[in-house]
């Protein structure tokens, strides 16, 4: 397979990624947040469908762990990038687990705890993927400022989830966190992936 046709596929990957993740996470996660017991009363199958695209993207995370590494195959920090991005995909899988047992429980409280135990699960995934992102904007050769934001937004990762475990106050912080990881992950990643499916493979 040539470059072109690994560059469009791990492109198309990320897409997915993106559009399974923010139904997921902005609609079904928040849901069950704000009403633990209603959503999974009376929206069980949104809940249900929420889990499958949270899998969709620990799946397609090992697609794109693949396409990156046939990539950029030659640099010395790529398997050690790739290795980190599947270990990320794995936990996300295991991080499931906790919301498929919200499925048949009665109780908002227990809910609630489930959530919570994905939640945590979730941001050990996102320390080890801060640490993709940052080789990876070592790895890529060009262009140098989604480099640059691929880098910042690894590192909000990885300063995000050391927060969570060891500031006490973090819920006070946790807007001011939020924008300092989402503001550099939505510019970078999606940047890259625009050029990954436009110009990636072509040299």
Same mark, same amino acid.
């Given at each position: 397979?040539?470059?072109?046709?690994?560059?469009?596929?791990?492109?198309?990957?990320?897409?997915?990624?993106?559009?399974?993740?923010?139904?997921?996470?902005?609609?079904?996660?928040?849901?069950?947040?704000?009403?633990?017991?209603?959503?999974?009363?009376?929206?069980?199958?949104?809940?249900?469908?929420?889990?499958?695209?949270?899998?969709?993207?620990?799946?397609?995370?090992?697609?794109?762990?693949?396409?990156?590494?046939?990539?950029?195959?030659?640099?010395?920090?790529?398997?050690?990038?790739?290795?980190?991005?599947?270990?990320?995909?794995?936990?996300?899988?295991?991080?499931?687990?906790?919301?498929?047992?919200?499925?048949?429980?009665?109780?908002?409280?227990?809910?609630?705890?489930?959530?919570?135990?994905?939640?945590?699960?979730?941001?050990?995934?996102?320390?080890?993927?801060?640490?993709?992102?940052?080789?990876?904007?070592?790895?890529?050769?060009?262009?140098?400022?989604?480099?640059? %934001? &691929? !880098? $910042?937004?690894? @590192?909000?990762?990885?300063?995000?989830?050391? /927060?969570?475990? #060891?500031?006490?106050?973090?819920?006070?912080?946790?807007?001011? %966190? &939020? !924008? $300092?990881?989402? @503001?550099?992950?939505?510019?970078?990643?999606? /940047?890259?992936? #625009?050029?990954?499916?436009?110009?990636?493979?072509?040299?």
């Amino acid at each position: 397979m040539n470059s072109r046709k690994l560059s469009i596929i791990t492109g198309v990957s990320y897409l997915i990624i993106f559009f399974a993740a923010i139904f997921a996470n902005f609609m079904m996660l928040e849901s069950l947040k704000q009403n633990p017991l209603e959503t999974v009363l009376q929206q069980n199958m949104m809940v249900r469908l929420g889990i499958m695209a949270f899998l969709i993207t620990a799946l397609f995370d090992v697609v794109v762990a693949w396409g990156l590494f046939k990539l950029y195959r030659d640099h010395y920090l790529t398997q050690l990038s790739t290795w980190l991005r599947i270990m990320h995909a794995a936990i996300m899988g295991i991080a499931v687990f906790a919301l498929v047992l919200t499925l048949n429980e009665d109780s908002g409280e227990t809910i609630a705890y489930y959530v919570d135990v994905f939640n945590i699960i979730w941001l050990i995934g996102l320390f080890f993927f801060g640490g993709h992102l940052i080789l990876l904007a070592n790895i890529l050769p060009k262009p140098k400022w989604i480099a640059l %934001f &691929l !880098a $910042l937004a690894g @590192i909000m990762y990885m300063a995000d989830t050391t /927060a969570h475990f #060891v500031l006490p106050n973090y819920d006070a912080l946790a807007g001011i %966190f &939020l !924008a $300092l990881v989402a @503001i550099p992950s939505i510019f970078g990643e999606m /940047a890259f992936t #625009v050029w990954l499916l436009v110009k990636g493979g072509r040299e």
